[in-house]
């Protein structure tokens, strides 16, 4: 390449270089601008704002030790419910095993009660069959003896033995 040629390409490469940095200028210039603007409205947003945060820092200190005393009257009432939770529970289980205990008892007395009323409706049914049962054999001799006597002879064995399977 040339001289003349190099020399205008240094030329032209020097003149770029130039205006990117006339252009960087300006650019900075538009953003000092800028971040003036946006500083003035930030100093009075601040302004504005530094009463709402004095306020609330006062009602944060206002509140902290109430916080404080709820959270250990919440703290005082919760384990004084868990307490009488447990007692109730404890006085639950305890009915519970005399109801069980109570029951069992009950169940017992009736099965008994049950059995005696057993016993003695069984005594009660050989109290009454067994005067019918003698007054039944008494006439079954009667009707026996009146019947040897009318007819004159004695029944046979067969009439004997029919007559206990009717009774069987």
């Not at 210039?29 to 601040?46: C, D, N, S």
């Not at 109290?127 to 008494?138: Q, T």
Request: charged share 25%.
């Amino acid at each position: 390449m040339s001289d003349d040629t190099f020399r205008w390409v240094v030329a032209g490469g020097v003149l770029i270089a130039a205006v990117c940095f006339i252009v960087q200028a300006v650019t900075v210039l538009i953003l000092f601008t800028v971040m003036k603007k946006t500083q003035v409205r930030v100093e009075g947003l601040i302004d504005k704002a530094d009463p709402i945060i004095d306020s609330v820092k006062a009602i944060v200190a206002d509140l902290q030790p109430k916080l404080a005393v709820i959270t250990t009257d919440a703290t005082d009432i919760v384990r004084t419910a868990k307490e009488q939770v447990d007692r109730i529970s404890e006085l639950v289980r305890d009915f519970s095993d005399r109801a069980k205990v109570q029951v069992a008892r009950i169940d017992g007395t009736m099965e008994e009660a049950i059995e005696q009323v057993h016993t003695a409706g069984d005594a009660v049914k050989s109290a009454l069959l067994k005067p019918v049962r003698e007054v039944n054999g008494l006439f079954a001799g009667l009707r026996t003896a009146i019947g040897v006597y009318t007819q004159g002879h004695r029944a046979s064995v067969d009439h004997a033995t029919q007559d206990e399977e009717m009774f069987i």
